[in-house]
Structures are given as C-alpha cells and as structure tokens.
C-alpha cells in the first residue's frame, strides 16, 4: 500500500526557510494530488497546499501569513514531492504532514515536527 | 465556512455510544464533509468521507450522516481503541479545506 515519509531538518531558524522532502513508496505520483498539511500542537490541521502529479501547484489563499511564502515541486524520478516555506517564523512551529488528496486527505505520513528558533 | 464541533469533551466507558456534533457556518454539500481520528502522537486518519461514506479498513461501528449545516459523527459501542480526537473537515471547492476544533473521546 501507499506510504509517505517526511524528511528534513526538525529546526530552523528565524527568516530562513523550512524545506522538508516526501518520499512516496508503494505508489506513483502520477494522477493524483499531493498536499502539505500542519498542525501546531494541540490544535486544529492546517492545509497548507497541493501539488499535481504535473506539476500544477494551489496554495491556501485563507491564510495571510502564509501568502507568498510557500512553493511546492516534486521529483517524478524520485517518487518525491516538496515544500519549500520561506521567511519562517516561531508561528510557523508544527508537525508538517504530508499527505495523499486534493483537500480529502486519504493517506498521511506520520509528520516530522519543525521548530522554529535561534 | 466555519466548523464548530461540539463537545469540546466527550467522556465515556467502553460499550457506550458516542454522538459527535459538527456545525457549519453555511450549508456544506454532502459530498465535502469528512471525519478524522487522530490518536496521541500519530497523524490523523480518515474515517469517514461524503458525510456517511467509511473509508477503507474502518469498522462499521463508525458511522457519518447530516446535511446543510449540521453533521453528526456516531460511534455505536465505543471500543479502547476509539480514544481520540475526532475532526470534522469540509473539503470543497475554492481550496477551503478547512477542520473544525476537535472533539477529544475519552475515558
């Protein structure tokens, strides 16, 4: 069956930029939506974005903070797909989740938990 | 569209039925609303989709149903494995894919 780890660094600091990796084993990428989701402890999921298996990327326009700051790609020869948030800041301190699904979300990783801090 | 899910807290003893209340700011089609399950240190899981619909592997003992702006969660016999959070999730069109607070089941 389908499964997707995160990779990348557990701390980042102030301004720089958060870049986490999710390699996708027992499936392709191709046809289907690939999105990043995060979740602050004790709170809600976050929908962050969506990348297709061709390339075309949606961003969630609903949060301000994140506006202009994320960038998603993938790698088909990898079976791989990324995220890329700039500028970070200690609000954007989360378990990162990739995930399977266009905003339905079927299949998850088991997150990789990013700090934010000097 | 904003989720409201209530309780906050839903205390009970296995066996028990749980009845989780999720409400929407606005009428949400059918086919956008869903139910995670999320327990303690691991990601959250798809339980059910298109408001009834349960996803692959999950036990008939969950059940999804509602319409307009309000949508219900139903655990008939609640089992120790079925202590989490539960969150509701309207997934439709404009990228407004959004999840309510939560509603913690447990003992």
């Known amino acids: 069956q389908v499964q997707l780890q995160e990779s990348g660094p557990g701390l980042v600091k102030p301004s720089e930029t958060l870049s986490l990796t999710c390699t996708v084993t027992?499936?392709?990428?191709?046809?289907?939506?690939w999105s990043w989701v995060r979740q602050p402890a004790g709170e809600r999921p976050e929908w962050i974005g969506r990348?297709?298996?061709?390339?075309?990327?949606?961003?969630?326009p609903y949060n301000p903070s994140l506006q202009g700051r994320i960038t998603m790609s993938l790698d088909t020869s990898k079976n791989q797909f990324s995220l890329e948030l700039s500028s970070v800041t200690a609000a954007d301190t989360a378990m990162y989740y990739c995930?399977?699904?266009?905003?339905?979300?079927?299949?998850w990783g088991q997150g990789t938990l990013v700090t934010v801090s000097s | 569209i904003v989720l409201t899910q209530s309780p906050g807290t839903l205390s009970l003893s296995p066996g028990e039925r749980a009845t989780l209340s999720c409400r929407a700011s606005?009428?949400?089609?059918?086919?956008?609303l869903a139910w995670y399950q999320q327990k303690p240190g691991q990601a959250p899981r798809l339980l059910i989709y298109?408001?009834?619909n349960r996803a692959t592997g999950i036990p008939d003992r969950f059940s999804g149903s509602g319409s307009g702006t309000d949508f219900t969660l139903t655990i008939t016999r609640v089992e120790p494995e079925d202590f989490a959070v539960y969150y509701c999730?309207?997934?439709?069109?404009?990228?407004?894919?959004?999840f309510g607070p939560g509603t913690k089941v447990d003992i």
């Open positions: 999730q309207h997934h439709g069109s404009s990228l407004l894919f959004t």
């Open positions: 606005q009428t949400i089609s059918r086919p956008y």
């Open positions: 027992g499936g392709s990428l191709s046809n289907t939506y």
């Open positions: 298109g408001t009834s």
């Open positions: 990348i297709f298996s061709d390339g075309n990327t949606n961003y969630n």
């Open positions: 995930a399977r699904g266009a905003g339905l979300i079927e299949i």
